[in-house]
């Protein structure tokens, strides 16, 4: 059955918040008036967490629970709690009480309005400045930069999304805080609202300065696949230069050299070949890219085309 809301919630090791927050989000979005469901995702915790939500499930059949064996991190906790999420609209917060579900009405409204994606910004964060604010900060200005979708507050769990859309994104490692950026290929709607943070009253945080370098090398992937998707042999071709270069220099010197000496350097010009045949792949492999591309892209429109003959041969065009 549909429901119009999905609140997928990841835990891990938050005993203590678990029945605390499960009230917290039943107050904020019972009097919303829309029908909703709890997916509770527990990523592997070594203490009570899965005792306490599967209590709560039991009670309340709004409530969903999801357990993973061991801990895989937030991003595949997420994405189960997606997959399993039924609603229209699928929010997304952390369970450590730091977001509020009060919040929750307004992003819906901003949904409402049009949008695809509702980002909540956490413009009164309260986290520890030098170990979480700042390279927060950092890192929030060098993902607006590289993929050109200006989030003031990637690292907010707190988001609204269309079912229909977060689902078809695949998610992994971090990909969680780049949803947004993933999710501009398709052209969605995308919005930013304040929300409130509270400290932290229970546990301890799970993030801290080591997950920077996962990051750093999530934004090279998105970069790649948002920049590069329907231009594989330009991309292909940016990643044959270096080897191209090499390969003329050593080619170049050998002929050269032959030329002065009557003598080959068999290592030298050895390698200049391996680059120069390195070179050739890769522009193959771009352009079985692009091939494949507009295969596929040929095959949606004849599908797409196909399928608008069929609803108006039955009259049910919309």
């Given at each position: 059955?549909?429901?119009?809301?999905?609140?997928?919630?990841?835990?891990?090791?938050?005993?203590?918040?678990?029945?605390?927050?499960?009230?917290?989000?039943?107050?904020?979005?019972?009097?919303?008036?829309?029908?909703?469901?709890?997916?509770?995702?527990?990523?592997?915790?070594?203490?009570?967490?899965?005792?306490?939500?599967?209590?709560?499930?039991?009670?309340?059949?709004?409530?969903?629970l999801?357990?993973?064996?061991?801990?895989?991190?937030?991003?595949?906790?997420?994405?189960?709690?997606?997959?399993?999420?039924?609603?229209?609209?699928i929010?997304?917060?952390?369970?450590?009480?730091?977001?509020?579900?009060?919040?929750?009405?307004?992003?819906?409204?901003?949904?409402?309005?049009?949008?695809?994606?509702?980002?909540?910004?956490?413009?009164?964060?309260?986290?520890?400045?030098?170990?979480?604010k700042?390279?927060?900060?950092?890192?929030?200005?060098?993902?607006?930069?590289?993929?050109?979708?200006?989030?003031?507050?990637?690292?907010?769990?707190?988001?609204?999304?269309?079912?229909?859309l977060?689902?078809?994104?695949?998610?992994?490692?971090?990909?969680?805080?780049?949803?947004?950026?993933?999710?501009?290929?398709?052209?969605?709607r995308i919005?930013?609202?304040?929300?409130?943070?509270?400290?932290?009253?229970?546990?301890?945080?799970?993030?801290?300065?080591?997950r920077?370098?996962?990051?750093?090398?999530d934004?090279?992937?998105?970069?790649?696949?948002?920049?590069?998707?329907?231009?594989?042999?330009?991309?292909?071709?940016?990643?044959?230069?270096?080897?191209?270069?090499?390969?003329?220099?050593t080619?170049?010197?050998?002929?050269?050299?032959?030329?002065?000496?009557?003598?080959?350097?068999?290592?030298?010009?050895?390698?200049?070949?391996?680059?120069f045949?390195?070179?050739?792949?890769?522009?193959?492999?771009?352009?079985?890219?692009?091939?494949?591309y507009?295969?596929?892209?040929?095959?949606?429109?004849?599908?797409?085309?196909?399928?608008?003959?069929?609803?108006?041969?039955?009259?049910?065009?919309?």
């Amino acid at each position: 059955m549909s429901l119009d809301l999905s609140i997928v919630v990841p835990l891990f090791n938050e005993e203590e918040s678990v029945r605390p927050l499960y009230a917290a989000i039943v107050a904020g979005v019972a009097p919303l008036g829309v029908s909703f469901e709890i997916v509770l995702v527990d990523d592997g915790s070594r203490d009570g967490t899965v005792r306490i939500a599967d209590e709560i499930a039991r009670a309340d059949p709004r409530v969903c629970l999801v357990r993973f064996r061991r801990n895989y991190g937030q991003t595949p906790a997420m994405a189960a709690g997606i997959a399993e999420a039924r609603g229209e609209i699928i929010v997304t917060m952390d369970g450590d009480l730091q977001n509020d579900p009060a919040d929750i009405g307004q992003l819906l409204a901003k949904i409402d309005e049009g949008n695809d994606i509702v980002v909540g910004w956490r413009h009164n964060r309260q986290d520890k400045l030098w170990t979480r604010k700042v390279p927060s900060r950092i890192a929030n200005a060098l993902i607006a930069r590289v993929t050109g979708v200006p989030i003031r507050d990637n690292g907010c769990s707190l988001k609204a999304y269309r079912a229909s859309l977060i689902k078809s994104i695949p998610l992994y490692s971090e990909m969680h805080r780049f949803i947004p950026a993933m999710a501009s290929i398709a052209g969605p709607r995308i919005a930013e609202i304040r929300v409130r943070h509270h400290a932290r009253a229970f546990g301890h945080s799970k993030y801290g300065l080591s997950r920077i370098y996962k990051v750093l090398l999530d934004l090279m992937v998105i970069k790649t696949v948002a920049s590069f998707t329907a231009r594989p042999m330009l991309w292909f071709a940016m990643l044959s230069l270096p080897m191209l270069a090499i390969a003329a220099a050593t080619l170049g010197w050998s002929l050269v050299n032959f030329a002065a000496t009557g003598k080959i350097s068999l290592s030298i010009a050895g390698t200049g070949v391996i680059f120069f045949t390195s070179t050739v792949m890769l522009l193959a492999a771009g352009a079985l890219g692009e091939l494949i591309y507009e295969l596929g892209d040929v095959r949606e429109h004849q599908f797409s085309g196909l399928t608008q003959r069929l609803l108006l041969a039955s009259g049910r065009r919309q």
